[in-house]
């Protein structure tokens, strides 16, 4: 069953604003994962978190997680065209399961 | 540098025709995984391995196999391609199981 539900499912912002994007879970997690994906390509790892980490930063990003509710949130600062992509969130279970990931938010950056 | 390599990059395949996808990787990586990817949809893990251990998550068809000769190369095969197997279909690797992976550019097939 789907772990991680990202919110929005597509978001539309201009270029110097931010964009914030959340991710629910439901079970205890070893840690969380970041990726983004443009249009046909494969994903890159942006930034994971740990279970006992509650906030990260990796230049115009921002993760923060709250494990009592369960979710965490992704933050770019200054968007740029360049950002435009879909990110997934995806969770790591404790135990030595692979991650299962969310359906992701599809964010445009309008120039 | 490409770090992890899918050849191709766009299949085409008959119904019912074997087809073998391939990976490779430079990251002497412990684990790779195969991923299905549909329009707009979340990656779907098929399987894994840790080393030479197999890993094949419940619901994925028996029409899907995987082999992984050595570290560097796994291979992701279709015994009988359907219609609905048509997607893109993501190899990655990490070093752990709990570790951040590695994406190759994807490999998208098509059935005809």
């Known amino acids: 069953s789907q772990q991680g539900e990202e919110d929005p499912q597509a978001l539309s912002i201009q270029e110097g604003e931010n964009a914030t994007m959340n991710c629910s879970y439901k079970?205890?997690?070893?840690?969380l994962q970041w990726y983004r994906q443009n249009s046909g390509r494969g994903l890159v790892h942006l930034i994971l978190i740990r279970s006992n980490e509650r906030e990260k930063h990796s230049g115009r990003l921002r993760v923060t997680l709250d494990t009592s509710k369960k979710s965490s949130s992704l933050l770019i600062t200054a968007s740029r065209a360049a950002d435009t992509a879909s990110y997934f969130c995806?969770?790591?279970?404790?135990?030595?399961?692979?991650?299962?990931f969310g359906k992701g938010t599809r964010l445009s950056v309008i120039a | 540098d490409a770090m992890v390599i899918q050849n191709p990059r766009y299949q085409v395949t008959q119904f019912g025709k074997p087809v073998t996808l391939s990976c490779s990787q430079t990251?002497?990586?412990?684990?790779m995984y195969w991923y299905q990817q549909k329009s707009s949809q979340a990656p779907k893990l098929l399987f894994h391995y840790y080393d030479k251990d197999f890993n094949n998550e419940a619901d994925t068809p028996d029409n899907f196999q995987s082999r992984r000769p050595n570290t560097s190369f796994c291979f992701l095969d279709i015994r009988s391609p359907g219609l609905g197997d048509a997607a893109m279909y993501l190899c990655?690797?990490?070093?752990?199981?709990?570790?951040?992976?590695?994406f190759g550019p994807g490999t998208r097939l098509t059935v005809t």
């Open positions: 990251l002497n990586h412990n684990v």
């Open positions: 995806a969770t790591l279970l404790s135990g030595n399961t692979p991650l299962v």
């Open positions: 079970t205890s997690i070893n840690n």
């Open positions: 990655a690797t990490s070093s752990e199981l709990d570790y951040e992976q590695y």
